[in-house]
């Protein structure tokens, strides 16, 4: 058991962590991406972080997996945590009609995450480019970055700067920039 509500700097002890979270500190270090952490309740929503962003002095980011009605273009969307979604508003952007959620088994599949973790380090795991990265320009505003690490028990925090210039490009994934 993993020690709530306490922050850390460096990758925490492996014992009782899936693997996928393992990797994305080992690749945070990799590319010399400083971050900070805290272990928390398992949150399948914003609202269930509680104090956690106050405690990590970061917004999480919202995070919704999204596709076409052909099933043939997805996309990982990220937005501040306090915005409302309106479909319409992004796919005009974006150019793709009738987006809609995405069945999470495509999302295991491609970014290697399950529902209610959802989060822009998958895409670490998108070696294909089967996702296309969607980013409100509001998160990108903000000095810090707040996602989890491909588990939705524990959250992290990340220089913006670091995000879009070392990891994106790591990945090789472009974001396509909206307003939402």
């Not at 009605?69 to 796919?91: H, Q």
């Not at 939705?152 to 994106?168: A, E, G, Q, R």
């Amino acid at each position: 058991m993993h020690k709530e509500n306490t922050l850390f700097y460096n990758k925490p002890d492996d014992s009782g962590r899936l693997q996928k979270e393992i990797y994305t500190y080992d690749l945070l270090n990799k590319l010399n991406i400083r971050f900070a952490g805290i272990d928390h309740p398992e949150a399948k929503t914003i609202q269930d972080l509680g104090n956690t962003e106050s405690l990590l002095g970061v917004s999480i980011a919202k995070n919704l997996f999204l596709c076409n009605s052909s099933k043939k273009d997805f996309y990982l969307l990220v937005m501040p945590g306090d915005k409302k979604f309106l479909t319409k508003d992004l796919s005009k952007q974006i150019g793709s009609s009738r987006l809609s959620f995405a069945d999470g088994t495509y999302m295991e599949v491609f970014l290697n995450i399950a529902p209610g973790s959802l989060s822009v380090m998958g895409l670490m795991f998108d070696e294909k480019h089967k996702v296309k990265l969607v980013i409100d320009k509001d998160v990108l505003e903000s000095e810090y970055f707040g996602c989890h690490p491909c588990v939705n028990t524990t959250s992290l925090k990340i220089k913006t700067s670091d995000i879009i210039n070392v990891f994106l490009p790591y990945t090789g994934h472009e974001p396509v920039i909206v307003e939402l």
